[in-house]
């Protein structure tokens, strides 16, 4: 037996002795639920079953090997369980996911003899933060109000924390009372409120509780900074990250994650590279580990800007790739148009599926689709398009739907692509029938463009309906159906929409500079114009003819 041979290989037979070993073993070498099967066996046939630190440590390891019929029975057989050990069957449930049976069990422990602590309150109300437990929240937030804990720093700043996880629309609302009415707060306290900020949407809001703050941590840093990319204000983001250099606070690889999201997202080549160069000599050349995410990160950064080979260059010296890694990639060769190489990376992931337990997802089958629309192979997304139900059980969705109907109607198969349309589960969005009217433009069908027409008129609001408009349009003056242009024309005029201008941006020298369709807000535009101008004569002198039918609305302006 592993326990006897222990023991008698250390030649113990003294009860003390015998206890310090028993728990030696359990913190040390207790690495399977037999061994720990055969310590419970002496550990009752010694008596020892009344040690409040022994039975903590047992429950702990029959938790933590999933062990919880084990578990609760050693636990029901405990006459008066004092509140460790109330605290590690409670954490138990916590940690395996049974957040509403530690909840149940803290409302027996509110019958015993036992008296919650700080401990108690800090694993239920992280547990019902996790599991969504609000009603079951606000029930231990008032069994805490009316208890001594009511000013305990942890515990308020887990109910904080609940709050804005758990608390809905007005969970910050409810989070900002708590936090208001504590004597003293920490830096935990401030970052969970932060972040309540952003997750209902109030950057603003989220700037001035960071403005406020007494203390910064690299988590406050990160949270403005994910939470500014995740927003869409990608340059703010950025500019925090300037800032928190300038103060010299040490950035993490979270910090850098968030940081290349909006470098991907503007563009911003130059920072990327410098956070590559950053993460190789702080990271990869003192052999520290790297985040999977990290990587993940480089890939789609180096993707978004354009350095497709770059990216392809780091996910080949992956060593570990989790499924964002593979559809990155995908992703990345799809958007360049490498259709052949997007299919062939999927092939790859393919063949290390079983051994690597990794399986394609929604987002993964996006990619593909993608890559099938802009190489045009019809056959090649058919299939796979099927494939997503048939081998891998995954539902399409409304995405999924509309990279087809952009597959197949670029390739003028307008009518496969219109049947496709009226078979969907689901109720066609605008940008279904944006890729049906964009193939009618290209094929000049004029009937079918006219049947997406009714639809733009019906059911889209005006202001998203604006560019549909302008491309139903251009159907018609395609076909040089000049009195529908002008009907069509009317129609935005009668419903008060317009189409919003194009938005483009170019980095030099380390700024960024945007740029709106007839722009001349820019300080040198007169040069910006003057070198339009010679590029525009320059690919006359190369026999280009420009599209103008595009444009026709817009002339009408």
Same mark, same amino acid.
């Given at each position: 037996?592993?326990v ?11 009860? /003390? ?23 419970? &066996?002496? !550990? ?8 409040s ?15 919880f019929?084990?578990?609760?029975? #050693? ?9 460790s ?5 409670l ?7 049974? #957040? ?8 027996h =422990? ?7 602590d ?9 547990g ?27 515990v ?20 900002k009372?708590v ?13 969970? $409120? ?6 209902? %949407?109030?950057?603003d ?5 960071f ?13 403005? !900074? ?30 850098l994650? +968030? ?7 503007? %563009? ?7 956070? @590559? ?25 180096? +993707?978004s ?23 990155? =990639? ?5 958007? @360049?148009?490498?259709?052949?190489e ?25 990619? $593909? ?11 090649e ?6 494939? =997503? ?18 597959? #197949?109607?670029?390739? %003028?198969? #307008? ?17 279904v ?5 964009? &193939? ?19 059911e ?8 549909y ?17 002008v009907a069509? /024309? ?17 980095? !030099? ?26 590029i ?22």
């Amino acid at each position: 037996m592993f326990v006897e041979q222990s023991a008698a290989a250390h030649g113990i037979t003294n009860a /003390r002795f015998l206890q310090q070993h028993i728990l030696f073993l359990l913190h040390h070498r207790c690495k399977t639920i037999r061994h720990l099967a055969q310590i419970h &066996g002496h !550990i009752t046939a010694n008596g020892f079953t009344s040690k409040s630190f022994v039975l903590v440590k047992l429950l702990a390891l029959y938790t933590s090997f999933n062990n919880f019929p084990g578990a609760h029975q #050693l636990f029901d057989q405990m006459d008066n369980p004092s509140t460790s050990v109330w605290n590690q069957i409670l954490r138990g449930y916590s940690i395996g996911g049974n #957040l509403r049976k530690s909840f149940e069990l803290f409302n027996h =422990m509110g019958r015993s003899l036992a008296r919650p602590d700080g401990h108690t309150y800090n694993f239920v109300i992280n547990g019902c933060a996790k599991g969504g437990l609000f009603r079951e929240g606000e029930q231990v937030h008032g069994r805490v109000m009316k208890s001594s804990f009511c000013s305990d720093i942890y515990v308020m700043t887990s109910l904080v924390d609940f709050y804005v996880k758990s608390g809905g629309e007005d969970g910050v609302a409810k989070a900002k009372l708590v936090f208001d009415e504590m004597p003293d707060r920490n830096v935990v306290t401030w970052n969970s $409120l932060l972040l309540g900020f952003f997750r209902c %949407g109030d950057v603003d809001g989220a700037r001035r509780i960071f403005e406020e703050m007494p203390v910064r941590n690299v988590v406050s840093w990160t949270t403005m !900074i994910a939470g500014c990319a995740q927003k869409g204000r990608c340059k703010e983001s950025l500019s925090l990250f300037r800032s928190m250099q300038k103060e010299d606070i040490e950035f993490d690889q979270v910090t850098l994650v +968030a940081v290349l999201s909006a470098c991907a997202e503007l %563009g911003d080549l130059n920072l990327g590279k410098y956070i @590559h160069s950053y993460i190789f000599e702080s990271f990869a050349y003192r052999r520290k580990p790297i985040l999977i995410s990290l990587k993940n990160s480089l890939i789609h950064m180096y +993707a978004s800007c354009g350095e497709i080979e770059a990216a392809f260059g780091i996910f080949k010296r992956m060593e570990q790739r989790t499924i964002v890694s593979w559809t990155s =990639m995908i992703t990345g060769f799809a958007k @360049h148009g490498y259709g052949d190489e997007a299919l062939s990376v999927f092939r790859w992931m393919e063949t290390v599926e079983k051994e690597s337990n990794i399986r394609p997802d929604k987002v993964t089958f996006l990619g $593909l689709l993608c890559a099938c629309t802009h190489s045009g192979y019809v056959n090649e997304g058919r299939h796979y398009f099927r494939s =997503m139900t048939v081998d891998w059980g995954i539902e399409p969705t409304i995405e999924h739907y509309g990279c087809m109907v952009d597959l #197949l109607s670029r390739a %003028g198969l #307008l009518d496969e692509a219109h049947e496709l349309v009226k078979s969907m589960p689901m109720k066609p969005n605008d940008v279904v029938w944006g890729a049906l009217l964009s &193939g009618c433009r290209i094929y000049k069908s004029v009937e079918l463009a006219s049947d997406v027409a009714h639809w733009l008129t019906e059911e889209l609001e005006p202001q998203r309906a604006a560019g549909y408009f302008v491309l139903l349009s251009n159907v018609y003056a395609a076909a040089k159906k000049w009195e529908d242009v002008v009907a069509v /024309r009317r129609k935005m005029l009668d419903i008060k929409t317009k189409k919003p201008p194009g938005l483009s941006w170019i980095q !030099i020298e380390g700024s960024i500079y945007e740029f709106m369709a007839g722009d001349r807000s820019h300080e040198n535009a007169r040069m910006i114009y003057d070198v339009l101008d010679e590029i525009t004569k320059e690919a006359r002198c190369q026999r280009y003819v420009p599209c103008f039918t595009d444009a026709f609305v817009g002339i009408l302006d």
